[in-house]
């Protein structure tokens, strides 16, 4: 029996559910100072949106019914990266945020792209074959 919450095994365990999991950390984190403390609550809600969005589809595709599946939620977890990351600059042009406020989403961000990326194209090289 578990004496303390702990992320799921099937989550540690995966690097690409992992980075994914710390960046909607970092998202909401992000989310709580720009409603808090800059009281800026449309962008950060987009923010807030698409950031958490890339770990939720990254989820679902490891639960995909099928490679087409997978591949597909996995395409959808790189358009809201790609959408996290216009959030991210447009805060940071627009002075509600500092780049190294936003860092370490950014570097994950980064990560988690890599290996969505990676995934994808695996996913559809071994489909072809």
Request: charged share 30%; net charge positive.
């Amino acid at each position: 029996m578990k004496t303390k919450f702990e992320i799921d095994d099937h989550i540690k365990n995966n690097p690409l559910l992992y980075k994914s999991f710390l960046l909607s950390l970092e998202i909401i984190k992000l989310y709580k100072f720009l409603t808090k403390e800059k009281h800026e609550y449309i962008m950060s809600k987009q923010l807030l949106k698409s950031g958490t969005s890339v770990g939720a589809n990254s989820n679902e595709a490891v639960v995909a019914q099928s490679k087409k599946d997978f591949i597909a939620k996995l395409s959808i977890s790189r358009k809201e990266g790609y959408e996290t990351k216009y959030w991210l600059n447009l805060l940071i042009f627009s002075d509600y945020l500092f780049y190294s406020k936003a860092k370490k989403a950014y570097d994950l961000l980064e990560e988690c792209m890599k290996l969505i990326c990676s995934s994808i194209n695996t996913s559809k090289k071994s489909n072809k074959n």
